[in-house]
């Protein structure tokens, strides 16, 4: 028998063994100032290209304001106790229909996270004689849930309606013996890549099999869509999609989420889910913030506007310079590289230390051997002129990764490291 830590401190996990090399700042960098277009990072100026802050609502006076009011008001602790004990309030009630209104559904619930509240709504919605058919990129939060489930689960490839198709006929044949049901699970926007789940030809698909649909639409809530009513609405299908979810961690620039869904089916959850049934509430300067957050997507469409403006600025930028940005449909803005992980690794010091550009760096085993992706978030706080520096910077490391100069750099770091 051993000591459970010793395997602990022995094998640190697939990132965990990286974490000398790049605390501080590949993983857990510090990002200073106020959240914005230009923020400091390890005491420089950088223009940051890596926050979801899509509609710049992180640090807009209206925000600012509600949220410190909301503070003053009620602190941080209120209301105490789960929503079915004690934490129950007339604030939260008007969030969920508001949110219920906005993306077109007769009833709402409130999460405390995405996260958890996904894996709990998963767990709620399927019994051990249900069958999950979800797309093999969906976020953590929806494999943790299908992971929770006891009955049988299939995934389909990547945003592939046919192979959706192919793995619904094995749910088909697995529910009519289990006398099941059968619950498809895709993204409204993936979140790594960029694309839009197929929402219309999945919801197509319900003339043919007996299915419901859950959609995650974290990113694509307030950027996409009518009003930014999310990707259903984008794509024409809101009312196919059975169980709606959105989070306030991203557009909204907040923290708690949402699920949206006919009355009953939201009856049920607040009943059965159990992250929510065993967790405090949403503290007041939450619901209260993310009401007017809410509000200012409803009556300010400028931000999501400028948003959009300077998604296309840095799109068509960086495509007429000759970047692949692979198949984005959205706002997530992706660079397709190739180079090994330490040439990714010295290429991204160099964007930061010499371009003042800060964005996330997507490697092997994220995405497949020999290709980087550097990955932007342009929002409605950038400028024309961030996107132009950002376009410049990107073609001057592209030469310097084709020439080896990277490669270079990297091995003579190791010599070092090694002598
Ligand atoms: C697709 C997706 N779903 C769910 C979540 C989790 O949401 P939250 O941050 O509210 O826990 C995230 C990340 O924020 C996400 O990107």
Request: contains cysteine; glycine residues 10%; proline residues 3%.
């Amino acid at each position: 028998m051993k000591d459970l830590f010793d395997r602990i401190i022995q094998d640190k996990g697939p990132l965990g063994k990286w974490a000398e090399q790049a605390e501080g700042y590949y993983v857990f960098p510090k990002l200073e100032g106020p959240i914005s277009n230009r923020m400091i990072f390890n005491g420089k100026r950088v223009i940051t290209w890596s926050i979801n802050d899509y509609l710049g609502l992180a640090n807009h006076p209206e925000v600012l304001k509600a949220d410190g009011e909301a503070a003053m008001e009620h602190g941080m602790a209120y209301p105490m106790g789960a929503r079915m004990m004690s934490g129950h309030t007339n604030f939260h009630e008007q969030l969920e229909r508001e949110c219920a209104a906005f993306v077109g559904k007769e009833s709402a619930y409130l999460v405390n996270f995405g996260y958890q509240g996904m894996v709990s709504a998963i767990d709620a919605l399927v019994s051990k004689n249900d069958v999950i058919v979800y797309d093999m990129d969906t976020h953590a939060c929806i494999i943790d849930g299908v992971r929770l489930h006891a009955g049988k689960r299939f995934v389909y490839k990547h945003n592939d309606v046919e192979s959706l198709e192919k793995n619904l006929q094995r749910a088909v044949k697995i529910a009519e013996h289990t006398n099941g049901g059968i619950l498809v699970v895709s993204e409204g926007v993936f979140g790594m890549r960029g694309e839009q789940g197929r929402l219309r030809e999945i919801v197509a698909l319900k003339e043919k099999y007996n299915f419901r649909f859950l959609v995650d639409d974290a990113h694509g809530f307030g950027t996409l869509g009518e009003g930014g009513r999310g990707t259903g609405y984008e794509q024409g299908v809101q009312d196919g999609i059975d169980v709606y979810f959105a989070t306030f961690a991203k557009s909204m620039a907040g923290i708690g989420a949402f699920f949206a869904a006919d009355k009953e089916i939201i009856q049920f959850l607040k009943y059965n889910m159990r992250s929510q049934m065993f967790a405090k509430s949403l503290p007041m300067p939450m619901v209260k913030g993310a009401l007017k957050r809410l509000d200012m997507l409803r009556t300010m469409p400028e931000l999501k506007e400028k948003l959009w403006e300077n998604v296309n600025a840095l799109q068509q930028g960086l495509r007429s310079a000759g970047f692949d940005l692979g198949t984005t449909q959205t706002c997530i803005t992706p660079v397709y590289l190739k180079g090994d992980i330490p040439e990714a690794m010295a290429m991204v010091q160099d964007l930061r230390e010499n371009h003042g550009i800060f964005c996330s760096i997507v490697v092997y085993p994220v995405i497949p051997k020999g290709l980087i992706i550097l990955r932007l978030i342009p929002t409605a706080t950038h400028t024309l002129d961030d996107v132009n520096e950002t376009i410049a910077a990107f073609s001057a490391i592209r030469e310097k990764l084709e020439k080896g100069i990277y490669k270079r750099i990297a091995s003579a770091a190791q010599k070092v490291v090694e002598s």
